[in-house]
C-alpha cells in the first residue's frame, strides 16, 4: 500500500554517466520501499533522462530529485549549468534522430513538466522536473 505523507529524497551524483543507472536503481529501491512499485518503470525512464541530459550536456555535479506528496510523484534533475533545456519536440518529430529525445519522451511519458533556474549560495544551475500523478498529461509549466 502507497504510503500518503509526503517523502523527499536528493542523491547528488559526479557527472560521469555511470550516475544514470546507480539513479535508477536508487529511485527503483525508493519507490519499491515506499509501494509504490507501479510508478517504478515510467519512473526509471522519466529519472535516466533528466539526469542523462545533466551529465551528458554539462560540466558540473548533478543531482536526482523525488518528492511524493498529495498523490503527485516528482522527479527532478539539478545541473550546474543555467542554461534553458531545449524545448522538447513531439516524440514523432524525433524519432529518426540521434539525440534530442530526452526531453520528447519526459513530455510524453509525464502529466506535466518545466524547469526553473536557480541560485543558491553563489552557485548558478537548474532544475528539470516532471510528475506522474497529477493527471495533466502534456502540460508545460515553468515554476517559480
Not at 90 to 102: A, S
Request: hydrophobic share 40%; charged share 25%.
Amino acid at each position: 500500500m502507497p504510503q500518503t505523507e509526503p517523502w523527499e529524497y536528493s542523491l547528488y551524483v559526479p557527472n560521469d554517466p555511470r550516475a544514470v543507472p546507480i539513479c535508477r536503481r536508487t529511485l527503483r529501491l525508493i519507490l519499491t520501499m515506499h509501494g509504490l512499485v507501479r510508478l517504478v518503470d515510467t519512473a526509471e525512464l522519466l529519472a535516466a533522462e533528466l539526469v542523462g541530459n545533466a551529465v551528458t550536456h554539462t560540466k558540473g555535479p548533478a543531482a536526482l530529485r523525488v518528492r511524493w506528496a498529495d498523490g503527485v510523484l516528482r522527479i527532478g534533475a539539478w545541473d550546474a549549468d543555467p542554461q534553458p533545456p531545449e524545448p522538447p519536440a513531439h516524440l514523432p518529430g524525433v524519432l529518426e534522430e540521434e539525440d534530442g529525445r530526452g526531453l520528447a519522451l519526459v513530455r510524453a511519458c509525464s502529466d506535466v513538466w518545466g524547469w526553473q533556474p536557480l541560485s543558491r549560495f553563489g552557485n548558478r544551475g537548474k532544475y528539470v522536473w516532471c510528475e506522474l500523478g497529477g493527471g495533466q498529461r502534456g502540460v508545460t509549466r515553468r515554476a517559480s
